[in-house]
């Protein structure tokens, strides 16, 4: 591992910046959806998005918020 983050360093960051970014959109999924707000569709919507830069993932998430608020 120390290896890989000698010639890769930028690596871990964008791993932590995914990861913030993940924990943020479930919060506000959370707090927008309240009784609403289901883990396993959140979790589907956020894998079948792939490998997306980050603001991608937001727009996604965001889709996803205002559909279920419409169910």
């Given at each position: ?14 791993y ?23 883990i ?32």
């Amino acid at each position: 591992e120390v290896d890989r983050y000698i010639s890769w360093p930028g690596q871990a960051l964008s791993y932590k910046l995914g990861e913030i970014a993940i924990v943020r959109l479930r919060a506000q999924a959370e707090k927008e959806l309240g009784d609403k707000f289901d883990i396993k569709g959140f979790h589907d919507t956020l894998l079948k998005q792939g490998s997306v830069p980050l603001p991608v993932l937001e727009q996604q998430i965001q889709a996803y918020i205002a559909e279920r608020k419409k169910a």
